[in-house]
């Protein structure tokens, strides 16, 4: 095939492979539309609706990201974004502060890693929004001080956001599956056809598969 015989990308996006390494892959245009189609669908289950979401994320991320962005607005509720890094937290606590918020997702380490910093307690900053979605590592700290976090995972290409305090996060079962490649390793299959075949891929995560779900292995903080 030749250069003007390929099909037009949507995007190339990146994930972190089994060794955390950052890897490419293609996104097409009719994958990110269906991408948006279910997020909008697991945040209208989510009961957002008419209600303030804060996405914490990065740049390249946005393959995975992207599709909750649009779902947000789209689901009814109103958007707001930070970058998930030590320095945005000023920006996270500023928002907090100023606007009540439904549900903030994408809480890493690094953001609260910048609230202690800048002397706001985590707990007090989040402790009023009904859904906080943190990655581990942030999710144990925000257990230990009384919070119920939901869980979140970066799972290869998709995102794995949890239904309850506690429980799973799960990816969109009509896009994906999660696979147990045993000894706490995950890998990820994509139901449907995609520009970039994912068939037991390893991820990053790794974890216990729960009801088809994952729960991530935990992260204790640094010593």
């Known amino acids: ?78 958007l707001s974004c930070a970058d998930s890094t030590y320095g945005e937290a000023l920006r996270v606590s500023m928002f907090l502060r100023l606007m009540e918020y439904d549900a903030v997702f994408g809480v890493t380490p690094a953001l609260l890693d910048g609230l202690e910093a800048s002397g706001r307690a985590p707990a007090d900053v989040l402790g009023g929004v009904r859904i906080v979605g943190a990655y581990p590592g942030a999710y144990e700290r925000l257990l230990a001080d009384s919070l119920d976090p939901w869980r979140l995972a970066l799972c290869g290409p998709a995102v794995a956001i949890g239904r309850a305090p506690g429980g799973p996060a799960h990816v969109p079962e009509s896009e994906w599956e999660l696979v147990d490649l045993g000894g706490g390793r995950v890998g990820i299959t994509s139901r449907l056809p995609r520009a970039t075949s994912f068939i037991r891929t390893p991820i990053a995560v790794r974890g216990t598969i729960v009801d088809g779900g994952i729960v991530p292995d935990p992260v204790a903080p640094p010593a």
């Open 1 to 78: 095939m030749t250069t003007t015989d390929a099909k037009p990308l949507w995007a190339v996006g990146t994930y972190a492979d089994e060794r955390g390494r950052p890897t490419p892959w293609e996104i097409s245009p009719d994958e990110i539309n269906r991408d948006i189609g279910v997020a909008t669908h697991v945040l209208t289950e989510l009961g957002v609706e008419g209600r303030r979401v804060l996405w914490c994320s990065m740049l390249s991320q946005a393959g995975q990201h992207w599709p909750y962005v649009c779902g947000t607005v789209l689901a009814g509720a109103k």
